[in-house]
């Protein structure tokens, strides 16, 4: 199946690299034209020339509300308007005890992962509704579902995206906007080894070994790759899912189920 987001304009936090790339790709295959909202300029502009007139970028730091918001005014001011949001920009701390973390490490994570979509929502919500309604994804984490598996912070922050998913779906369903979050399992992209401090070679190695390392124990024995997050978020995005709202849709190879039979 192919156009399954003909005419659509998508605005993808962190579209740049990793699940938001794969994600912008995938739209435009289907139809879509994108504004990337992310804070690596040089990969933003790269796409802008890949995909000619079908993707327009602009430097957003979603820590900061006025970048936010004028991220979706591009989306109004270069294709007329907005029909998906896509609250995917990341990071990753390491910190694992409560004890150890800093206040600013617990600032720097919240205001990414959780009030950088809720300003992405309180931006976009008016443009969907002015088209009739639209859908939005927020990209969450296992994580955020299951203790123990992700740094304190990240979790926690997850957790509440998590949350704040069911609690934005209930008010704005009479817009006709549907929000729902996708949950990933471990995805072979260099957010971990990025924030051990890794350049992009090592990073992209350290991801790959731990996403086989994840294969062996998961019901489906193979590395999560970007493309697998980017086609739940096509689906959660279009008109396929029109009867779906507030889910925490889990695509992680089966992780969160248990491990694999050995026998
Ligand atoms: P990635 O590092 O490849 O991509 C993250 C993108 O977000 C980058 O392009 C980066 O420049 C951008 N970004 C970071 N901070 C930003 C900011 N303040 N403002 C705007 N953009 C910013 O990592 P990824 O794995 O593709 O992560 C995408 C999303 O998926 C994240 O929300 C992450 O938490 C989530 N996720 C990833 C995994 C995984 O295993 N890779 C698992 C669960 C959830």
Redesign the pocket.
Same mark, same amino acid.
Request: charged share 10%; aromatic share 4%; proline share 4%.
């Given at each position: 199946m192919s156009g399954r987001l003909n005419g659509k304009v998508a605005l993808i936090? %962190?579209?740049?690299?990793? @699940? %938001?790339?794969a994600m912008v790709r995938l739209f435009v295959a289907e139809g879509a034209r994108i504004v990337v909202?992310?804070?690596?300029d040089d /990969?933003g502009r790269a796409l802008e020339q890949v995909h000619d007139g079908r993707v327009r970028h602009i430097r957003?730091? &979603?820590?900061q509300e006025a970048e936010i918001a004028a991220a979706v005014a591009l989306a109004s001011t270069s294709f007329g308007g907005l029909d998906i949001l896509v609250n995917?920009? %990341?990071?990753?701390d390491m910190m694992p005890s409560i004890t150890a973390i800093e206040a600013e490490q617990w600032d720097w994570i919240f205001q990414?992962?959780l009030r950088?979509p809720a300003l992405g929502m309180k931006y976009a919500a008016p443009l969907l509704a002015a088209r009739g309604g639209g859908a939005i994804v927020n &990209?969450?984490?296992?994580?955020g579902m299951q203790a123990g598996w992700g740094p304190i912070a990240?979790s926690t922050a /997850?957790a509440g995206l998590l949350h704040l998913t069911r609690t934005v779906a209930a008010e704005l369903s009479p817009q006709r906007i549907r929000v729902n979050a996708v949950?990933?399992?471990?995805?072979?992209?260099? @957010?971990?080894g990025?924030s051990l401090g890794m350049d992009r070679p090592a990073a992209d190695q350290f991801?790959a070994r731990v996403?086989e390392v994840c294969a062996h124990a998961q019901p489906i024995p193979r590395a %999560?790759q970007?493309e697998d @997050?980017a086609c739940a978020a096509l689906y959660l995005a279009s008109e396929e899912a029109s009867f779906v709202t507030g889910v925490s849709f889990v695509v992680d190879g089966g992780l969160s189920v248990g491990p694999r039979h050995a026998w």
């Open positions: 936090t %962190g579209g740049a690299s990793g @699940i %938001g790339l909202a992310d804070i690596q /990969k957003c730091d &979603v820590t995917n920009a %990341g990071i990753c990414v992962l950088g &990209v969450a984490s296992v994580a990240y /997850k949950c990933p399992g471990m995805i072979a992209t260099s @957010i971990f990025a991801a996403a %999560g970007p @997050i």
